[in-house]
């Protein structure tokens, strides 16, 4: 379901949004009931994105929060999917015109990244902060 929802999410069409917001509310049900907190974090951050795409900001930034929240104890901030969710944030602050709080947010991930020899990833974020 947490695979259907990510390929609905990337699609990005207005319907897709729905479905894919549903089924990431679903999974992320699912992943509360095993428990899975790392699934329960993806799918939060995901949420936050759909959330940012559709205006919807302090709903988008509550559910990166989250994201965030479980996995910092689980895997530390210098972890790459920690780093993702710190890049997905600055993402949303960019949707929103924080341009500053962007940067700063891929300026961050971009150093999680590196610190895990994911360069190409380090890479991407960094060109997201050089576009804002």
Avoid at 97 to 121: I, L, M, P, T, W
């Amino acid at each position: 379901m947490y695979h259907l929802a990510r390929t609905l999410y990337m699609r990005s069409g207005p319907g897709d949004l729905d479905e894919s917001e549903d089924l990431f509310r679903q999974a992320l049900d699912q992943f509360g009931q095993i428990p899975d907190e790392w699934c329960q974090s993806f799918c939060y951050d995901y949420l936050g994105l759909i959330a940012a795409k559709r205006g919807r900001f302090d709903e988008a930034l509550a559910q990166n929060q989250r994201s965030l929240d479980i996995l910092l104890p689980l895997v530390g901030d210098t972890h790459a999917e920690y780093a993702s969710s710190v890049a997905d944030r600055g993402r949303i602050f960019a949707a929103m015109g924080e341009r500053e709080r962007a940067a700063d947010c891929y300026r961050q991930a971009a150093a999680a990244f590196r610190k895990n020899r994911s360069v190409k990833r380090a890479e991407e974020v960094e060109a997201l902060a050089a576009a804002l």
